[in-house]
C-alpha cells in the first residue's frame, strides 16, 4: 500500500486544487484517471460554501484534468436529484450551459458568485456578526435554489457542477454518475456499514433517540435509496467501459426505484419491526419504548399539528420565561428543536414527496 499510493494535500476550492506548481507537472505525465467526488452534501449549506465546492470546485478539477496529457477518463459524481422535483420517467441527459428547471429563466454562474459577493459586502457593511452571516448565506442559497426551480441549494449547485464539467470537459473522456439517495452499504466492507451521517441518515438516528414525535410522508411514494457499495460498483463499471472515450459525456442514474421499489410504508413498518425486535436501552438500564411516528401526507397538516401540539405550548412558556431561571432555559431548548424540526421537513418535503424515476 505504502508503495503504491501517495496522498498529496489539496483543496480543490482553489485554482489547479492548491497543489504546488512542481506537483502538478508530476503528476500531469502520471495520472490517467481522476475521480471527482469532494463535495459538500448539506441541503442547507452556506451559498457561497456551496457554489465554491459545488460547482468552482468541478471547474478546478477539470482545468487540472485538461493538463493531464495520458488522462483516459474522468469520473464526476452528482446526484440524481439534479432533476429537482420534475414527475415521471427522468432520463439520463446533460445540461445546457445556463439551463434552470423553471422555464424561462437563465442560470448564469459568474452572475451568482457576483451576487453573493455584493450580499456579503452588504451584509459586513451592516454587522460583523459571524452567526447572522451564516444564517443568511443559508438563507440566500435556499432562495436562489427555488428560484431557479430546484429544491436546496445542494441540487443547484451540483447542477452548476455538471454546466461546467459539459463545458469545461467537453474535449476529455468523461462520465457523470448520479446516484439517489446513497445508504449504508449492502455487502462491502460489510453489510450496513457507515461513516458519519448524511441526508436521510439523520432521520434514523432521530428515530433510534426516539426524538421524531411526528413527520411527512407519502405511503405510497418510492423512497429511491442506494447502498453505497452498489454506487462504487457502478462507478467501476463506467470507468472501464468508457476508458479514453474522448469528446462527449456518458451519464448513468444509480437509483433503485425503478428496478427495486422501496415505497415509504415499507421503510416505516421497517424502523418499528426492528427497534420492536431490539429494543433499545437507556444509560440507566431502561428499555426504551419504540413509538410509532406520525406520518402526515401534507405538509400543510404537518405544519397545523405541530403549531397546535407545540408551538401553543411553546408561546405560554416563553410568557412565563420572563421570569427567567428554568423557564427562559427550558423555552430555548425546546424551542430550538422546534425551529429544527420544521426545518428538517421543509428541506425533506421534495424528497418524500417525489414523484419522478
Known sequence: MKDKIFPLAGDMVCENCALPSSTIEQISKEIDVIVSVAAT????????????SNALGVAHVCHLANKCGNLKMLLHVSTAFVAGDQEGLLMEKPFKSGESLRKGYNLDIQAEIKLVENFKSKLRMQSSNDKLEKKKMKE?????????????????????????LANLGRDLPVVIVRPSIILSTFQ??????????????????AYNDQKLPCFIADHNVISDMIPGDLVINAMMVSMAIHWDQHGGQAIYHVTSGHRNPLNYSITEESLYEYFHANPRVSNGGRIVKNKRVLLFKKYTHFHLYMILRYKIALETLHVMSVFGGSFSKNYNKLNRGYNFLMLVAKLYAPYVFFKGW
Open 41 to 52: 452534501t448539506s441541503f442547507y449549506e452556506r451559498y457561497d460554501v456551496a457554489l465554491a
Open 140 to 164: 440566500l442559497g435556499l432562495k436562489r435554489a427555488r428560484h431557479f426551480g430546484w429544491p436546496n441549494v445542494y441540487s443547484l449547485t451540483k447542477a452548476l457542477g455538471e454546466m461546467l
Open 188 to 205: 462491502d466492507p460489510m453489510p450496513g456499514w457507515i461513516e458519519g451521517t448524511r441526508t436521510i441518515d439523520m432521520l434514523y438516528v
